[in-house]
């Protein structure tokens, strides 16, 4: 069995948004003298670079490629509101253009829960990436199908809901809300705009949040090179990643690299 890694030199970053916010972000150099690949990692909802969850991934990763990690707007230190996944596109295009300007060769962009869905959007719609990996995130938008998913529709939608999260969670969620009528694009209708990226889906068969028929209907609507795993055991997103899992996804990036285009 693996042990957990230890935790490595973080230096810091300041990352600046297309809409101007500024994010508190972190790199950390991979085990190689050059910088050939890094991994950009994007948090889930109500996550930030302060919890263990998000600190285990990068140390992790760390083992295997450069690690980029952030906090959305609106989480941790960061700044303005969060708006569950819809102007997040950008924040996860700040930190693949930092990525870039730091010599990296290859990037992949690893997403969970609301960071999963964010990475599908932005491989579609901006590109500029060489591989993506979403874990644990949804197929589609006002899913409440699930007791966890409730509980989190009432702390975005209520202002007492708004209010807790922001105390107890440090996470500033926009009372503005979703254009009903215009929502973002969701994650099954932007999916197969991401090929000839390859994209790789990771979910638990005992994810309380988004059963597994959510990556089945990502999977099969993306297109090839595309993979799933359907993982025994694993739960949601980052509190339930293993060190076994996070080594198997570390090991496996030259494999979903050499799926894509050549670079």
Known sequence: MSSA??????????LHT????????????????????????AHGFTQS????GIRTIVAALARYA?????????HGRSTGQSTLGH????????????????GYRSVVTCGWSMGATVVLRHAALHGGVDAVISVSGP???YYRDTTPMRRVHW???????????????RTRISPVGWDPQAPP????????????IPVLFVHGDRDHYFPIDHPQALYDAAREPKELWLVEGFGHAESAATPELLDRIGRHLPELLARGPER
Do not use: K, M
């Not at 670079?49 to 263990?52: D, G, K, N, Q, S």
């Not at 450069?66 to 959305?72: L, S």
């Not at 700040?94 to 730091?102: F, G, H, N």
């Not at 702390?155 to 807790?164: K, M, N, W």
């Open 87 to 102: 102007r997040e596109v950008l924040d996860l295009d700040a930190a693949v253009v930092a990525a870039r300007r730091l």
């Open 155 to 169: 702390a975005i939608e209520t202002r007492l809901g708004r209010l807790i999260a922001r105390r107890a969670l």
């Open 185 to 196: 694009e969701s994650p099954t209708e932007v999916v197969p705009l991401i090929s000839p």
């Open 18 to 41: 297309a809409d101007g916010e500024r994010l508190e972000a972190i790199h950390v150099d991979g085990p190689e003298p050059v910088r050939d690949t890094v991994v950009v990692v």
């Open 66 to 74: 450069g690690v980029i990690a952030f906090d959305f707007r609106g």
């Open 49 to 52: 670079l302060e919890r263990p």
């Open 139 to 141: 197929s589609r938008w």
């Open 5 to 14: 890694p230890p935790s490595p030199t973080w230096d810091r970053l300041a």
